[in-house]
Protein backbone atom coordinates (compact mmCIF):
# COMPACT_ATOMS: atom_id res chain seq x y z
CA UNK A 1 0.00 0.00 0.00
CA UNK A 2 1.30 3.41 -1.11
CA UNK A 3 0.03 6.84 0.19
CA UNK A 4 0.57 10.10 -1.91
CA UNK A 5 0.01 13.27 -0.70
CA UNK A 6 0.21 16.32 -2.98
CA UNK A 7 1.50 19.82 -2.26
CA UNK A 8 2.81 22.79 -3.77
CA UNK A 9 -0.40 24.27 -5.44
CA UNK A 10 -2.35 27.55 -5.36
CA UNK A 11 -2.97 30.58 -7.55
CA UNK A 12 -0.24 31.80 -9.83
CA UNK A 13 -0.58 34.61 -12.90
CA UNK A 14 -0.12 33.68 -16.33
CA UNK A 15 3.35 32.87 -17.01
CA UNK A 16 4.50 32.30 -13.60
CA UNK A 17 6.09 29.17 -11.79
CA UNK A 18 4.77 26.80 -9.50
CA UNK A 19 6.36 23.25 -7.87
CA UNK A 20 4.24 20.40 -6.77
CA UNK A 21 5.31 17.67 -4.50
CA UNK A 22 4.09 14.64 -3.91
CA UNK A 23 5.39 12.88 -0.74
CA UNK A 24 4.93 9.06 -0.67
CA UNK A 25 4.27 6.63 2.34
CA UNK A 26 5.85 3.01 2.20
CA UNK A 27 9.20 1.43 1.43
CA UNK A 28 8.29 0.48 -1.73
CA UNK A 29 8.40 3.76 -3.51
CA UNK A 30 11.65 3.53 -5.17
CA UNK A 31 10.36 0.85 -7.32
CA UNK A 32 7.00 2.67 -8.21
CA UNK A 33 7.16 4.81 -11.62
CA UNK A 34 5.04 8.13 -10.76
CA UNK A 35 2.73 9.61 -12.95
CA UNK A 36 1.18 13.42 -12.42
CA UNK A 37 -2.39 13.90 -14.25
CA UNK A 38 -4.76 16.79 -14.32
CA UNK A 39 -8.59 17.39 -13.93
CA UNK A 40 -10.12 20.47 -15.20
CA UNK A 41 -13.82 20.86 -14.53
CA UNK A 42 -15.82 19.39 -16.59
CA UNK A 43 -13.09 17.61 -18.60
CA UNK A 44 -11.73 14.21 -18.36
CA UNK A 45 -8.50 13.74 -16.33
CA UNK A 46 -5.55 13.61 -18.42
CA UNK A 47 -2.00 12.91 -18.74
CA UNK A 48 0.92 15.33 -17.42
CA UNK A 49 4.12 13.42 -16.94
CA UNK A 50 5.52 10.01 -15.92
CA UNK A 51 8.87 9.08 -14.41
CA UNK A 52 10.35 6.03 -14.41
CA UNK A 53 11.63 3.76 -10.88
CA UNK A 54 15.26 5.51 -11.48
CA UNK A 55 14.59 8.85 -12.87
CA UNK A 56 16.06 7.99 -16.14
CA UNK A 57 13.10 8.08 -18.20
CA UNK A 58 10.68 10.66 -18.96
CA UNK A 59 7.47 10.96 -20.44
CA UNK A 60 5.75 14.44 -20.92
CA UNK A 61 1.91 15.67 -22.94
CA UNK A 62 2.79 17.55 -25.98
CA UNK A 63 0.93 20.63 -23.94
CA UNK A 64 3.28 20.69 -21.21
CA UNK A 65 6.45 19.49 -23.23
CA UNK A 66 9.18 22.80 -22.92
CA UNK A 67 7.79 23.97 -20.21
CA UNK A 68 6.87 21.06 -17.09
CA UNK A 69 9.81 18.82 -15.46
CA UNK A 70 8.97 15.83 -13.89
CA UNK A 71 11.81 14.73 -11.22
CA UNK A 72 12.04 12.77 -8.14
CA UNK A 73 14.25 11.98 -4.82
CA UNK A 74 13.50 8.30 -3.57
CA UNK A 75 15.53 9.09 -0.77
CA UNK A 76 12.68 11.46 0.61
CA UNK A 77 10.18 8.89 -1.10
CA UNK A 78 9.25 12.40 -3.19
CA UNK A 79 8.14 13.32 -6.73
CA UNK A 80 7.84 16.76 -8.20
CA UNK A 81 6.80 18.52 -11.14
CA UNK A 82 8.19 21.61 -11.65
CA UNK A 83 5.58 24.23 -13.97
CA UNK A 84 7.08 26.91 -15.90
CA UNK A 85 5.65 29.41 -18.28
CA UNK A 86 2.57 28.48 -16.76
CA UNK A 87 -1.17 29.17 -19.34
CA UNK A 88 -4.82 29.90 -17.80
CA UNK A 89 -5.66 26.31 -19.93
CA UNK A 90 -3.07 24.74 -17.08
CA UNK A 91 -5.74 25.12 -14.10
CA UNK A 92 -6.88 21.79 -12.76
CA UNK A 93 -6.99 19.61 -10.46
CA UNK A 94 -3.26 18.11 -10.28
CA UNK A 95 -2.91 14.66 -9.07
CA UNK A 96 0.07 12.26 -8.79
CA UNK A 97 -0.45 8.11 -9.08
CA UNK A 98 1.95 5.72 -8.73
CA UNK A 99 2.39 2.40 -10.50
CA UNK A 100 4.39 -0.71 -9.73
CA UNK A 101 4.17 -1.97 -13.26
CA UNK A 102 5.87 0.67 -14.97
CA UNK A 103 6.05 3.62 -16.53
CA UNK A 104 2.69 4.74 -18.59
CA UNK A 105 0.94 7.53 -19.60
CA UNK A 106 -2.80 6.22 -19.13
CA UNK A 107 -5.16 6.72 -15.96
CA UNK A 108 -5.86 2.85 -15.73
CA UNK A 109 -2.40 1.99 -15.48
CA UNK A 110 -1.89 3.43 -11.93
CA UNK A 111 -2.65 1.92 -8.78
CA UNK A 112 -2.17 4.30 -6.29
CA UNK A 113 -3.71 8.26 -6.50
CA UNK A 114 -3.11 11.18 -4.12
CA UNK A 115 -5.93 13.96 -3.21
CA UNK A 116 -4.70 16.48 -5.51
CA UNK A 117 -3.83 19.61 -5.64
CA UNK A 118 -5.40 22.62 -7.06
CA UNK A 119 -3.48 24.74 -9.55
CA UNK A 120 -4.94 28.10 -11.08
CA UNK A 121 -3.21 30.27 -13.36
CA UNK A 122 -5.49 33.85 -13.96
CA UNK A 123 -4.66 35.87 -17.34
Known amino acids: QVQLVESGGGLVQTGGSLRLSCAAS????????MGWFRQAPGKEREFVAA????????FYADSVKGRFTISRDNAKRTVYVQMNSLKPEDTAVYYC????????????????WGQGTQVTVSS
Open 97 to 112: AASPLGVGVKSYEYTY
Open 26 to 33: GRTFSTYA
Open 51 to 58: INWSGGST
